[in-house]
């Protein structure tokens, strides 16, 4: 073989290296990422917290501040972040109280119809939603439109046939992981989400705390309103910029306020983060390529 065609044998290998890297960082990146107010968790604006000490001893118990969606091969890493965590009930993954709702849109068709009675909110009729996640202390489980008004209420996990058995969930702080397959969510890419967090109940509807007119021990209460037929079970959600939580949960007068989801699109920073890998790799591949074709000169 001739000695010319080492150098570029070398710089082959080099680059497929180079693009096998930018691969991998490209699959573990958090593609998006979003933030909520502190300080919110209180539905319309005039929920107060249930009195009973597992509740009053801390507060942003139900406060999410920031969600976000890491991409690592076939699988998604969904991260939730809470203004404070606690286990009081003894949760097998690490947290007790908050009860997780995501209902994505990600393809053609689907519903507008909640999956069960229970958050008392209307969704945007332009975005149907196709999956849906509830993540609470115990489990996780994932439905479609077809599953609707089939589930009963089990609380035993293992003998409900919507548990996602495989999925992973861990506590980091006051952050809840998520680890799912792709073919459980869907694709998450240029998906439109709407997250939603309530109070777990196990006997509530859909597993969501009450709200009632006066203050309870198990119950949250709103002092303001003389009608909470209509009134949300949400405590806070994710919502679009342009939005504000009170005014949108607080429009329960008439009918079940009707709530907006959010577009999950890739963040800037991951090509930022690619490009630095891509510079790097390149400063490190060009010496070693000179150096290489200056010895096989001299050979």
């Excluded at 010319?4 to 497929?16: H, Q, R, S």
């Excluded at 519903?111 to 958050?119: I, P, Q, V, W």
């Excluded at 998906?191 to 709200?211: E, M, T």
Aim: proline fraction near 6%; charge should be negative.
């Amino acid at each position: 073989m001739e000695k010319g065609f080492f150098p570029i044998i070398i710089t082959l290998i080099m680059v497929l290296s180079l693009f096998n890297m930018v691969k991998a960082a490209e699959e573990d990146q958090v593609f998006f990422s979003i933030t909520d107010p502190t300080g919110d968790d209180y539905g319309p604006g005039t929920y107060k917290y249930p009195t009973n000490e597992v509740f009053r001893s801390h507060k942003g118990l139900f406060d999410i501040t920031g969600f976000s969606v890491k991409r690592d091969n076939e699988e998604y890493l969904l991260r939730f972040s809470l203004k404070k965590l606690t286990n009081p009930w003894k949760g097998k993954f690490g947290f007790s109280l908050p009860l997780i709702q995501l209902y994505i849109d990600n393809q053609e068709g689907g519903s507008t119809e909640l999956f069960k009675e229970g958050a008392n909110v209307r969704l945007d009729p332009r975005y149907p939603w196709d999956r849906l996640l509830k993540i609470c202390g115990w489990w996780v489980r994932a439905y479609q439109p077809e599953d609707r008004n089939k589930e009963v209420n089990f609380w035993n996990a293992e003998e409900n046939p919507w548990d996602v058995s495989d999925a992973r969930v861990e506590v980091e702080g006051n952050d809840i992981l998520v680890r799912l397959k792709g073919e459980v969510t869907g694709k998450m890419e240029n998906a439109r989400v709407y997250l939603i967090v309530g109070s777990f109940d196990p006997f509530g509807p859909d597993h969501f705390r009450s709200v009632e007119r006066e203050l309870s021990s198990w119950s949250f209460a709103d002092l303001t309103h003389d009608n909470l037929d209509k009134a949300p079970r949400v405590i806070d959600l994710v919502l679009p910029a342009n939005r504000d939580q009170a005014e949108v949960l607080g429009d329960f007068v008439d009918d079940y306020p009707l709530i907006y989801p959010f577009q999950i699109r890739e963040s800037g920073n991951m090509f930022i983060s690619l490009n630095k890998h891509l510079y790097f790799l390149l400063l490190l591949i060009i010496p070693l390529v000179i150096v290489v074709r200056k010895y096989w000169r001299n050979v």
